[in-house]
């Protein structure tokens, strides 16, 4: 599983975009790119997966450059209850034996 | 939300006790995972089922077992609870391999 650097911590305001930036250096030519959400006391939830490019659904936008070394989670216009933490996930689709490797996450913190 | 369930939400225990955690799903899917998250190590996985009767150890099995019998049900056993084995435990389902799994609400195990 390749290992994924993100920010501890990120402070945002009501109605401003965030941007979580993934580093994953050692990424497989199979691997593709998750992440998820956690409130505090609920189990993660699925937000968005890719592979390269952009990627974009009703709840955030995925940017992933061509080296795929990196990525990016944009959050648009966050709330309140986006208050959470955001894990980037780095594995490949194998039959059998896909594992997710959560790291630390990061923490981002919406304020009124 | 996905159909699954946890049970119980909360338990206290005595170190040596052995303790069940139950993981139902309503959803039919395939594969069912428990992990365990404690501050300071994001998610790590214990065991994971690929179908009834098919389990395998993840990152961090020694001190668990598991079993499914039933698609709906998967089991998390302690034998013997330990201290270290106070954590909040997270069932989790998925339809396919792949990085799309669905969390339930976690149980809160401590062990005195």
């Known amino acids: 599983l390749a290992k994924t650097t993100q920010p501890i911590s990120m402070d945002s305001y009501e109605g401003q975009e965030v941007n979580i930036t993934c580093s994953h250096n050692?990424?497989?030519?199979?691997?593709?790119i998750t992440w998820y959400q956690q409130f505090p006391s609920q189990g993660p939830r699925f937000i968005i997966q890719?592979?390269?490019t952009k990627v974009t659904n009703e709840v955030a936008s995925l940017f992933i450059p061509a080296d795929r070394k990196s990525s990016t989670l944009s959050l648009p216009r966050v709330s309140l209850s986006d208050t959470a933490v955001y894990y980037c996930?780095?594995?490949?689709?194998?039959?059998?034996?896909?594992?997710?490797?959560f790291g630390a996450g990061t923490t981002v913190t919406v304020r009124a | 939300d996905a159909g699954i369930t946890q049970s119980p939400r909360h338990k206290v225990t005595e170190t040596g006790t052995p303790v069940t955690l139950r993981c139902h799903q309503t959803?039919?899917?395939?594969?069912m995972y428990w992990y365990r998250q404690d501050p300071g190590h994001g998610l790590r996985l214990i065991h994971y089922?690929?179908?009834?009767?098919?389990?395998d150890k993840g990152e961090v099995s020694d001190g668990y077992s598991v079993s499914r019998s039933k698609t709906e049900d998967f089991l998390l056993t302690l034998e013997s609870a330990t201290s270290s084995q106070t954590s909040v435990y997270f069932c989790a389902i998925s339809e396919a391999t792949g990085p799309e799994q669905y969390f339930g609400p976690g149980t809160r195990l401590t062990v005195t």
């Open positions: 050692n990424i497989a030519t199979n691997d593709y």
């Open positions: 089922s690929y179908g009834v009767k098919d389990t």
């Open positions: 959803e039919n899917h395939r594969y």
């Open positions: 890719g592979y390269k």
């Open positions: 996930l780095v594995g490949t689709l194998r039959s059998n034996d896909y594992k997710l490797s």
